[in-house]
């Protein structure tokens, strides 16, 4: 008796909060589709997934990160460090290399590795030298961007035009017609999702975010977990890099910049909760696709001011996390 | 002074002349402990005594500041954190300890997940977990969250968490503190193989007739110093306490004094439907003291709940002073003199990271208003008076709650509920984790709180509390009043039959007539 | 050409005054143009950031087929790629200010001089102290028109007795003009000159100028011709004495002449080089628009 | 033996954590004065107070609301879309009210009224839409930076010159030499530190951060108190602007880029707790001036490069936590 009466009104409840951002998604495509008939071409659909690919890996980064409670917010200069290094290394590595992919590659190694070291930074300071997630990365957003800034002078830093061209096709070609950056996307998404659903990790960064002195408890040992959630954050920076660098062929002090906001903002509209505990990756692709194809329908129309595109968008994200709340106060 | 007379070669888990301090207060002095295999070795004594701390350090949890654990007979250093479980030695904490986000199975698995491949087996979790529920009797979905779960079916969790783990040594820091005789009774079943299987078994409980039921031995510490550990056979619930408490404990309950029979009907509840709640009547009148009791899950929390405002009604009338009233918010029955306490004070009673004085006057802060502002020297009076009162036992006042055993954690909740001054007041487990002595103490504040004219609600899992307290017992079942006793008719036998479903009450539709 | 043409115009987001004025100038001109010639169609879109602009010139090729496009880069370096796509799909290009990492992608340019606004104001601070004396520089953002306007100055000056005391970051921003011109003011008793590099951080430090009462003490050059210096100049203002143009205006330019491309039947092509002039009490008169928030 | 040993390290730790960001204080004037002889300067600290100021009321609005377990990040916008708004209502009235005060009062008022309104907007979308805060905030930080570019028409919105010079003595004039921004940061402060130690209300907060079922049990209207802390943050954010506008008399698209995070940063360095449950004034007002004393410094010297302006901010604000963790370890 008692479960038949909740049943229905505790389903209900998860329905919506689970399809939330795919109905916000979904009536985004509706808006697209009746703006334009070009909405749902091919070559549209592959841009706005390929471009939404960066914010989208490191998205998944940070879906860990604020599972396990924490926060970084330092990814978006650390992109910019990272391709501004990677381009460095490639141009010096010219002369001794040739042009060719062995210099792509070195730097792509390159870039993975300071990735990875650049997240260790982050999560040593944190949990070792415990001090709160926001005040480390903060203070390695400016020193990363200050960092790029530097080396490239106050300038851009600029690939090798021959090297660029070897690179380049890392962004614009792809498998059977689809784009590189929208199958390393797929697979992290679905690299991403296992490990939270599916292996111990993803398990305990959820147990970790939700109650520290519990895991802790559980014997599951809190300051490695979460020290290997940031480095997972910068591995997965340097990963979108890879596919950054060839489309730009630069980086400068501008590169990245609110990168970090956007990909919390991603995770946040997929419904992983900020202050940690519960988190899922593939709503988290829903919430950076819904933000690249706000962007996108804004292109798409002529209607709204342009000085208006960031109410719109501002209005656009209130209402897709709107949706999932939706029954809650019944 | 001690007796520990227990055979050091045929213990598993053994302290030696373990001290602790928390920074400069001392809690344990010079405590010797040891548990054999196969046996429940209980250790009692009052709030604050130092027995959660003892059994943190035979866990590995803290650690001692002087002295020295050892392991099948090897002295050893636990380490840290829990992992002592790998060493076969399994806690189950005071404080429920669960992460509210996780799934009942993600829980009992926690921190050793089963794999396959490397991946998480999920549906072996899922079906171990149903399994070990059963084995305890407990229905919940292993995919619900324990969020939403009640306080005892987390606890049951707890247990089941426990249990499901290789322990060699399972220590259990009142499990039954939430738990009603049905569940209590499942757990002892559990317990009993468990130690059949040559497991050892530390219990802490403050319910002197469970000890002397289940333990062989009985530890007893005061004041961090041990008392004596003695066989069970040789002592009876009195001789505990007295060794407890260091004085006579007789009259564990007051005399009941009757309500007037003309005493007017306070708190009046028709038809009540809400969450948890499918139908239920009942009276409270004047200075009486009205028991619930019921299976864990029965609703009785709900119904309280309902009737102050926290959740929202979905049929029923509700009347104060025969006025029909709706509350919405907690403030407003506050303000109309009911108030209720709840049981749990983790969740839902305490700010674990505060001190005691803005916990105390939390529900009360209007009453500390000076021109507006917060009147410090008032909070503290009123802290001094309810330190008194409810005899709560701190280091002192800026020790965050969290930090306060757990017995003194319920008195100061007691005391913060009392600072409303209610009329009617719903108390949720009064004396969860309390020990015998402040019991006593309670349960003549409460008789003299219905002598003065005050009503009182008192759900509780124990059954003699009911008994012993109560005028007048609801049995709940199912969300539904199963039994309205009185007098004579509150027994223990007649309690369990309503609450088992065993035997139905037409009193539901007396009242209702 | 044909009967019905579309333009796409992408400029970076108004984040500081002078990208303010690009974005009003690109839609003025857009309007007007728009009724003057009711077979052209235009899309306009403005970014914060160079992966917006390129999705902002994919978007108007893959889903509104523009026939041409006229771009001011705000990361030039890092759009030349994208900017290429868009001439390799045929479609005519024009680059406005920013020069592309490779020659010959666009069809039109139409530019502002960065360097020489650096150098023209060199030359002022010259003529103005030819004895020589301390100078504190306040500079935009670290990006490259920067380097080169920062480069062109310290070219100009070169080999003269001016003494630049330190240049710190301003962010093309008025509070920070502000913070910065007073942390000098504090720091260096002795200043004859200041050069902000740009009009909106020339206002802040105007004000922290003022406040420290040393306003006879020294001159401010700032840069790009913004209205409310342009009115000190033409009112003989001895702090503003000078202003160099930089105009966002550029941008109309360059939609202007790219509609005539396709409207007047003419072909146009190659490099339009807008000077930055020295704008001063003399010839102010030509920069004001009453109507320009600029 | 025990206590001998444990009481000096306790009496450490507290002192520690309370001095912490009290300690790094000292440290940076130090540094201040070891570099510049004008450093201490009655000019220069006057300076460095007043242009805190705005960020200081703003982040004691922003102690209040992460104290009770929210976050604001629309601060920075809200503040432009006031500034825009003040500045268009007294170019407005200037017509019929003429030059003077009145105009001023008229403005200042219409900027107060729209700060609570706009915290109202944010406290009901939180409290009543049941959205999380970051996200009702990052919503309105894109519509208020999106409505302060449309109404300025992507430029610059200035107050007329007049009026302008009426206004100019609120920020650069004072009372017995001491500028009126910083007599207002300080009573800000001394009001915000009363209410958050002396009334029921801060008590509120922090229960509310601490454990919201608790505060909810313990009688206290959940979504009035979190209402109240986003209306206090926007009013508050009027009152910055009020001193902000008469110092250069403009707003624009740029304005208060950025205010959002210096703001939060000022709280979590003054020792208050991001996640809510414990905030401290005092401790924002020495967090925002630290912020304002590192970039004074940045300034007065020439040995670091200024495009590594950004690393030292960041590595200062790393250590001056770092300090408050001091102990925490032992
Ligand atoms: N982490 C801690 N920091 C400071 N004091 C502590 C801490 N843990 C426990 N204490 C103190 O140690 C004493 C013993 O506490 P303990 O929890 O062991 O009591 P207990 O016997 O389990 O009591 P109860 O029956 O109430 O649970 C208490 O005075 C308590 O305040
Ligand atoms: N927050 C909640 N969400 C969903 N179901 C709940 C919630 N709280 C209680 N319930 C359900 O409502 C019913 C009544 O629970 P309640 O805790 O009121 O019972 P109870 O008899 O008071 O329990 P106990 O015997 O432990 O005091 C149970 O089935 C319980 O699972
Ligand atoms: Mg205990
Ligand atoms: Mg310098």
Redo the contacts between chains.
Sequence with gaps: MPDAMAKPARAFRIDFKTAGPLVALALLVLLGITLNENFLSYNNLTNVLARSSFIGIIAIGATFVITSGGLDLSVGSMAAVIAGVMIMVMNWLIPSMGIGWGVVLAGMLAGVLLGGVAGTFNGLMITRGRIEAFIVTLGTMGIFRSLVTFLANGGTLSLNFEVADVYRPVYYDGLLGVPYPIIVFALVAIGGEIVMRRTAFGRHCAAIGSNEQVARYSSINVDNVRLLTYILQGTLVAVAVLLYVPRLGSASSTTGVLWELEAIAGVIIGGTTLKGGYGRVWGTVVGVVILGLIGNILNLQSLISPYLNGAFQGVIIILAVLLQRGSRNS | MSSAEGTPASAILSAHRISKSFGDIPVLFSVDFDVKPGEVHAIIGENGAGKSTLIKILSGIEEPTSGSISLDGQTVVLPPNGAAEALGIVLIHQEQNLAEHLTVADSIFLGRELKIFGFLDVREMRKRARAVMETLHVYVDPDARISTLSVADKQMVEIAKAISRDARVLIMDEPTAVLSVGETETLFEQIRRLTDRGVAVIFISHKLDEIMQLAARVTVLRDGQLIATVGTEALTPDSIAQMMVGRELSNLFPPKIEPDVDAPVVLGVRNLVAKGVKDISFDLRRGEILGFAGLIGSGRTAVAEAVVGLHHLNGGEITLDGKPVNFTRVAQSVDAGLAYMTKDRKGKGLLLNMGLRPNLTLLTLQKHLKAGFLDTASETRALERAVRRFDIRARDASVAVGRLSGGNQQKLMLGKTMESEPDIIIMDEPTRGIDVGTKQQIYHIIAALAAEGKSIIVISSEMQEVIGLAHRVVVMREGRLAGMLEGAEITESEIMRYAAGIKQSEHNERINA | AQDKVTIGVSVP?????WT??V??FA?QAIERLGTTYPDVE?????A?????Q???I???V????IDALVILP??P??????IKQVKDAGKFVTVVDRQL??AGVENLYVAGDNPGLGANSAAYFKEALPEGGNVVIL?G????I??QRFDGFMGGIEGTQIKVL????ANW???DG???M???L??FPDIKGVWAQDD?IA??AI?AIK??GREDEMFIVGGAGMQ?ILKAVEAGDKLTPIDVSYSPAMIATAIELTTSHFTGGIQVGGRYILDSTVITQDNVGEYLDAN???
Tied chains: 1, 4.
């Design positions: 987001a108004a984040d500081h005054g303010g004025g974005n009003y839609q235009f899309v306009f879109a403005s914060p950031d160079a992966p917006k390129i999705a902002d994919e978007d108007m893959s889903t509104r087929n705000g990361d370096d890092a759009m030349t790629s994208a990492s490779i500079r953002l670290p990006i490259p920067d380097q330190d240049d710190e970051f921003n008025r509070d502000f913070k910065v007073q942390d000098f504090t720091r909106d206002l802040g004000e406040q420290a409310q320009s928030p600029f």
